[in-house]
Structure formats: C-alpha cells, structure tokens
C-alpha cells in the first residue's frame, strides 16, 4: 500500500476515531451536562498531512452510542483501551479496523463541548512507524438533521 493512500485511509478514519472516544465514555448517552456532546447534525473536518476532509452526518439520540462506540459505521470498527473524558477536555488511544482488516492506530486529545471539539494527535499506519500528525475539529450544525441528511 502506498504512502498516500495509507495517508487516506488514516484521514477516513479520524472523524470516527474522534467521535467514539468522546461519547463511549461511561455516562455520556444519558448525560445531558452542558459539556456533553448532543444528538444532531455534525460536520467533520479531519486534516491528516495536509490532506482535509470535511463530512456532514447526523447523529440520531437513539444511535449515539452506537455511533459513537465506533460500531456503526460501514468502513470501521473501533476499540479504544485508553479512554480519558471529562470536564470539558478527552484523550484516547485506540484502533479502528476496516473490513479488509487493515488497522490504524489513533492517539488524539484536546477540548470537547455539548457542540464542538477540537483534537490534535496522531495516526499510526502500521506498527512501529512514526505517528503521522493529524487533527480533526468538529462542530454541530444543528439540532434537527434536514431531511436529506446522511446518517451514521
């Protein structure tokens, strides 16, 4: 596989990455503090060696977890051993695993609200390269999802 489509694969991963680690933390889901993140419609903007990414998708209350936990999406399945959230600011480190069963490793951390995050970290390719630096900012858009909305 070469650099950039590893590159790519990394980028894909990320906005799924990110969004588990937040809200699979113990509590969340049925958490409505002001710092936890909500239901609705969330747009993605992943950056991983200069190459951007920017997705739009809706978040159903009755599907956060799922989503969230890395479950429900079609390309990955994530795991997270480290799991670090609360008070406003989350770190994790874990492996999302396509269906072709090729791997990336994420370690991302920085500050969360009920209606955005920001992370900075990494994603490791294959084991024991460097991390590749890699962000991903997100933000909700709204609280009700238009009607031709992509869901999760």
């Given at each position: ?27 969340v889901?049925?958490s ?22 920017t ?11 799922r ?7 079609r ?35 920085g ?11 990494g ?10 630096p ?19």
């Amino acid at each position: 596989m070469n650099s950039k489509t590893l590159t790519r694969l990394a980028a894909a991963a990320l906005p799924v990455a990110a969004a588990a680690a937040i809200l699979a933390a113990p509590g969340v889901a049925g958490s409505q503090s002001s710092q936890t993140p909500q239901p609705g419609y969330w747009t993605y903007t992943t950056s991983v060696m200069g190459v951007r990414d920017t997705e739009t998708k809706c978040v159903r209350p009755s599907e956060i977890n799922r989503f969230f936990g890395g479950l429900s999406t079609r390309r990955w399945q994530c795991v997270y051993p480290v799991r670090q959230v609360g008070g406003g600011n989350a770190r994790f480190e874990g492996t999302c695993t396509d269906h072709k069963g090729r791997r990336v490793n994420v370690r991302l951390n920085g500050p969360y609200q009920a209606e955005s995050f920001s992370f900075r970290g990494g994603a490791q390719l294959s084991r024991g390269t460097p991390y590749i630096p890699a962000s991903i900012t997100a933000r909700r858009v709204a609280a009700q999802c238009p009607a031709n909305a992509e869901y999760f």
